[in-house]
């Protein structure tokens, strides 16, 4: 067992945690605290109810392989020296491209049986974004992100147009079918059993004493980058097949720039996983920045803020957030949320549940 220690603040007490596989660390369960330590990049694969109790070995194994792997993909980017939005990108097309997180291969199918997939993209030097929502056709949609933001003059482009777009600049098309999963299918089959639309959140979430229903799956997850490169820029990502049984061509937060995606050089990186409603009503991701920038708050205090906001209201889940020094926050407030940072000297952390 190899063990970690993150230096608090004087206010703040010492924390200890132990690895549970060789060679990665865990991150702390006071997702809150202050890290003194650099960080360059920070991952999430959704937050949700998510517990070990509910968990195989093999599967709990396969996450934190796939955290793992997309780590590493945008560590490699950055030690190359290559840009942040980079980084953000080859770490989110590794999770896009792995059926365990719902974003790409692995989206969650709508109603009417489709998966329809969004994502975004942000560079904090100049705060140019790019988005796209209700994509099936291409097989990396925060490449589709990307390329909006880069190659046409817009922000921000939906369902046949954005497909229409990601042809005429060349990104690689698949047939719908690729994006179907067993599992996806029999979550949609259970929603559809459900027959209640309200039930079936982002991740799964059950508000106490409202809905009253069992939650059909509790492994979604929307995924997120954000980045620090050797330059000195941040860089924000997110991409997701959305949630199960979504009707009426419905998007969430993560394409939205300032709700669920944002980067400032000025001030932090962030990407929001949870039910996206609240996230957008909240319009958390921006909210985070300007907390830090208008009242001095620190990344650790701006987080929980903007995450408490969204409890309040009854909302849930949970963010990634890296600051323009290097430090990191990842509140949440959820049973679990996948969650991975690696820091500038390639020390690898991961983490799954409170």
Not at 41 to 70: F, P, R, S
Not at 74 to 99: F, H, M
Not at 295 to 309: P, T
Not at 312 to 320: D, E, H
Request: with cysteine.
């Amino acid at each position: 067992m190899k063990t970690i220690s993150f230096l608090l603040s004087a206010t703040w007490m010492l924390v200890v945690c132990s690895s549970l596989r060789a060679g990665t660390s865990t991150i702390c369960a006071h997702e809150d605290s202050i890290r003194q330590e650099k960080y360059v990049l920070v991952i999430h694969g959704g937050a949700g109810t998510i517990l070990k109790k509910n968990m195989t070995a093999q599967k709990e194994a396969a996450y934190k392989a796939g955290l793992e792997d997309a780590l590493k993909a945008g560590y490699k980017v950055i030690q190359a020296g290559r840009s942040s939005l980079d980084a953000v990108e080859a770490t989110i097309r590794v999770l896009e491209d792995n059926p365990l997180f719902n974003a790409g291969k692995g989206a969650v199918f709508t109603h009417d049986g489709r998966n329809e997939m969004d994502a975004a993209i942000m560079n904090g030097k100049t705060l140019e974004a790019g988005s796209v929502a209700g994509v099936t056709v291409v097989r990396n949609p925060i490449t589709a992100a990307r390329a909006v933001m880069e190659k046409s003059e817009h922000v921000m482009m939906t369902g046949s147009g954005a497909e229409q777009f990601a042809r005429e600049v060349g990104l690689e098309i698949v047939d719908p079918s690729y994006f179907r999963t067993q599992e996806r299918w029999e979550g949609l089959q259970k929603a559809l059993r459900q027959d209640s639309l309200k039930s079936k959140l982002d991740h799964s979430y059950q508000p106490a004493g409202k809905l009253g229903i069992e939650n059909i799956d509790n492994k979604f997850g929307t995924v997120g980058a954000v980045a620090l490169d050797k330059a000195g820029n941040l860089a924000a990502g997110t991409s997701t097949g959305g949630m199960t049984n979504k009707k009426y061509g419905r998007v969430g937060d993560a394409p939205i720039i300032g709700a669920g995606t944002y980067a400032n050089n000025k001030t932090v990186a962030v990407s929001c996983t949870g039910w996206g409603e609240y996230f957008i009503r909240c319009v958390v991701a921006y909210d985070l920045s300007a907390l830090m920038d208008y009242k001095g708050l620190s990344v650790e205090e701006a987080g929980k803020a903007v995450i408490d906001k969204v409890g309040k209201l009854g909302g849930n889940g949970g963010l990634i957030a890296l600051d323009k020094d290097g430090h990191a926050a990842l509140p949440f407030n959820t049973e679990g949320m996948y969650r991975g940072m690696v820091s500038a000297d390639g020390k690898i952390t991961i983490e799954i549940y409170k």
